[in-house]
């Protein structure tokens, strides 16, 4: 989730006491890996999440897969609370990922 999140952040997370509300980063549980994206909508029993810099939303996931909500973040030496760290996505962060895409695929690195 660059910029909200970038590589060597170490997020802290507190479990879920209460449904996450839309616009939160929480952490979840899929079948290949843990993510940390943001919620765009939960009901009752599911909710769909998205990266800040990914095209399209992710599929639904049960709530019993979702891990914690991200309430602070160690940046360097920092510690950084909401409204320092989460800064939701940003054109500079689509503009990177649109770019790296089309590099890749102009190397002929494009990903299955």
């Known amino acids: 989730m660059w910029p909200s999140l970038r590589a060597g952040d170490v997020a802290g997370v507190e479990p879920l006491t209460e449904a996450p509300r839309p616009g939160e980063v929480v952490v979840a549980r899929f079948a290949h890996a843990l993510v940390a994206h943001r919620v765009r909508r939960c009901d009752a029993d599911t909710c769909v999440l998205r990266g800040d810099n990914v095209p399209a939303e992710d599929p639904p996931l ?29 054109r500079w962060g689509r503009w990177r990922v649109v770019v790296k895409r089309g590099l890749a695929a102009l190397l002929g690195r494009r990903r299955a």
């Open 62 to 90: 049960t709530r019993a897969r979702l891990l914690g909500r991200v309430r602070l973040v160690r940046r360097g030496g920092e510690v950084l609370v909401p409204g320092r760290w989460d800064v939701g996505p940003r």
